[in-house]
Structures are given as C-alpha cells and as structure tokens.
C-alpha cells in the first residue's frame, strides 16, 4: 500500500506529467463540442420554441457546450500546470562520472523520465565524457584533484550560460542527478560553493543498485533539497535514525605510490575517520550485525593497509585508531528515507568538525559508506564560509574493487585545497 501510495501522490503539479495526453483530448473534445453546439444553435434559431423538438434541441446544444467548454477548461488547465512544473524544477544538470570498473547504474528509462518533468535537462560533459577518464584507483589516481577542478569547471560554464535563461518568464532553478565515487561527489560539491557562494542547486536523488540495495526513487512523487546554510533541518523535525560511535584500536601501514614524491614518517600517526550509513562492511570493520568492539580494546586490533597517492606522501606503520560514526536504518531495512536526508548531513558534518578539531594537526583520512546524494549534501555544506570548523586537509579512503585494497586517491576535500 505503500507504494501505491506513491505512484499516486504528487507533490505540486507533478500529477499533469501523468495526464498530459488530457490536454490534447481535451482540446479536441472542445472543439468537436463547441462546433456541435453552434451548429445545434443555428437549428434552434430557425424554429419556434414552442416547439418541443426545437426545445429539446436548444437544451442538448447548451448541454454539449458545456461539455465543451469543461474539456477546455480541463486541458488548459493541465497546459497550465506543467508549464508551473517545469519552471520550477528549471534546469536538471546530469551528472554521470562513473569508474570504469563499475557496471552501468544509469538507468535510461530514468533519464527519460527526467527530461519529461524538468525544463531542459542537460549533460555536463565533465572528464568521462571528454577524455573517457574514469577516476582510476591505480595508476591516474594521482589527477583526482585536477580533474575535479575540470569537472567544476565544466559545470559553472555550462550554469553561467543558462542561469540566465528564463523559462515561461522565470528565471530557472537549478538541480543535480549525480553518479560519482562518493568522494567525488564531496569533492565537486565544496569546490561548486566555493567558487559561486549564492549558488544554493537542488539536489534531486536517483536511481542506485549499490551495496546497500536497490533504490528506484520516482522524481515526481518527491521534493529536492538544497543543503548548506539556507537548508538546516527545521527544530521540530524528528528523526527517526540514531547514531552511534565506535572506536577501533588498529594497526594502519600506509604506501606511498605516488611517483616522484618525497614521503615521510609525521611527528604523529594520521587520523582515521569512517562514516557509515547502513550495515555492510568498511574495509576492516565486519557488518554491523558483527559484534562490536569491546570498550577495553581486548579484541585486538584491526589490521589496515592503504595505497596513498595523496599529496602528503606520508608513509609508514602506525598503532592508531578508526572513529566510526555509524547510522542504521530501523527494522531491519537498508534503505534511508530521503526527507531526513538534510537532518542526517547536518550531523555528519559536525561530526567531522569535532573530529577534526580534536586531531589538532594530524593528517585526516575518512572513509565513508554514503548514498551518492548525502555525499553531494555534505560537499555542498561543508563548501560554505560558514562552515569554519571544517578539516584544512582531508583525504578520503576509497574503495578498490580490482584489488580489494584501500586507496587514498589525490583528492583534497579540505578548505586549504590547492
């Protein structure tokens, strides 16, 4: 019932998309109507109205000219109310970065629904699309911070030109469909808000068949958001996902695969952060349905390896510890509802502050498991001036699946990036 419930709200205007084919019915009806009507009319002005016939006639005529005007009235008010929705969803700027060894997650079924419901939907033709570059774990994972740079640049290009544009006498709101490693959604975010602070974009969620399962939003039956300091979640909102802490005692080796690049041992072993939203397993860290650690620290310490082609050339073996910071959805799902999505970015984000804060001049290193959405939130907020407690330097650990390594790629997504 639930999903039915779904397929049939829509918020706004969004119920016309479904029933655009009224509007030309509806139209035609009309003027099928209206024409019959009239000629009806013309009949009834030659006879008398004493006539019965004449009187019945002069009554079904009014009847179809009612009937042809409601269909009018109907139709355009459908034309009305798309020409409402597409100028305010605007523009959907589309996103698609993906690694090369991932399967396609697109969906073009998707895609096609997106250019039905938003004014003009354009492709940014970021690296992927340029220079068939799809952010490399091995060798090329020293340009993530270029490239990044180019696909900002790419997209405020593409923004410039059409912020601009009116549509049906409007200027166009501006939403996000994004498909990119979670650290590079962050990454894009920060430097998009960084470089234009009164750009504020819809982030709208789609499709996914990631670890965390399978997600098929409907763009219709949902609202985007807009993260940073305008889009804090309201005082009286309840959120229903709790989260916790765990702190893991580990032993983290760190290689340096940076060609040319001076390494070092630092004064004090790097900080590690995790960021987890669901219940699969973070490199070392079991499923959450595992038992945690021990408080005591009696379970011994997990074991890390990490593949550093990131700009501090830090290298070595160092006894540390993981901070995870943990969200799981409630009974048994694997699914987060996307109306707290604001709520949960706000959390993490201050939860990166104090971290920060506490490692004093540590190198950072976080690891997350996110939905590709939150990751785009947290870039965008964390991108915002106001965001001053945010890391200088943060380098994030990602995932290789070639391998099964852990790699820190040369992507910055601290406030001091170069």
């Known amino acids: 019932m639930a999903d039915s419930a779904r397929r049939w709200w829509r918020p706004g205007w969004a119920w016309t998309i479904d029933h655009e084919w ?51 009235a109907t139709a355009g008010i459908i034309v009305h109310g798309r020409k409402r929705l597409l100028a305010r969803n605007g523009i959907a700027y589309i996103l698609v970065e993906e690694a090369e060894e991932w399967s396609d997650d697109t969906s073009s079924d998707f895609l096609e629904s997106v250019r039905d419901q938003f004014a003009l939907s354009v492709s940014v033709p970021g690296p992927s699309a340029l220079s068939h570059w799809h952010w490399p774990l091995g060798d090329g994972a020293e340009q993530w911070n270029a490239k990044a740079e ?15 544009g009116r549509i049906y006498g409007h200027k166009t709101a501006s939403g996000i469909f994004m498909w990119a490693w979670w650290a590079v959604a962050v990454g894009f975010g920060q430097r998009v808000t960084a470089a234009d602070r ?18 098929e939003p409907l763009t219709r039956a949902q609202r985007p958001h807009r993260f940073g300091p305008i889009s804090v979640a309201r005082p009286g909102d309840s959120c229903p996902y709790t989260s916790t802490e765990h702190v893991w005692p580990a032993e983290v080796t760190i290689v340096n695969r940076q060609p040319g690049q001076d390494v070092h041992l630092p004064a004090e072993p790097p900080g590690l952060l995790v960021v ?25 310490a997990v074991s890390i390896s990490l593949d550093n082609v990131s700009a501090p050339g830090i290298e070595g073996t160092f006894a540390t510890e993981i901070h995870e910071l943990r969200y799981v959805p409630p009974s048994g799902g694997t699914e987060f509802e ?21 490692a004093g001049n540590r190198a950072i290193l976080l690891g997350a498991v996110l939905p590709p959405e939150l990751a785009l939130g947290l870039g965008l907020t964390s991108g915002q001036q106001s965001q001053a407690e945010w890391p200088a330097h943060l380098w994030p650990i990602v995932f290789r699946k070639e391998t099964k390594t852990l790699v820190v790629p040369n992507l910055d997504l601290g406030t001091a990036r170069s």
């Open 276 to 300: 987890r939203l669901g219940r699969q397993r973070w490199g070392p860290l079991p499923p959450v349905d595992d038992s945690p650690p021990r408080a005591d620290g009696a379970q011994g």
């Open 338 to 358: 996307w109306q707290f999505f604001p709520h949960l970015v706000g959390q993490i984000a201050e939860w990166i502050c104090q971290k920060a804060a506490d």
């Open 22 to 72: 009224i509007s030309s019915a509806g139209f035609a009806v009309a003027s099928l109507a209206i024409g019959g009507a009239l000629g009806g009319g013309l009949t009834v002005i030659g006879g008398s109205w004493h006539d019965p016939q004449v009187r019945v006639q002069a009554w079904a005529a009014v009847a179809v000219a009612a009937f042809g005007i409601l269909a009018a």
């Open 198 to 215: 009164g750009l504020v974009p819809d982030v709208w969620q789609r499709p996914s068949r990631g670890r965390a399962g399978q997600i």
């Open 150 to 164: 180019e696909l900002t640049r790419s997209f405020r290009a593409l923004h410039q030109i059409l912020r601009e």
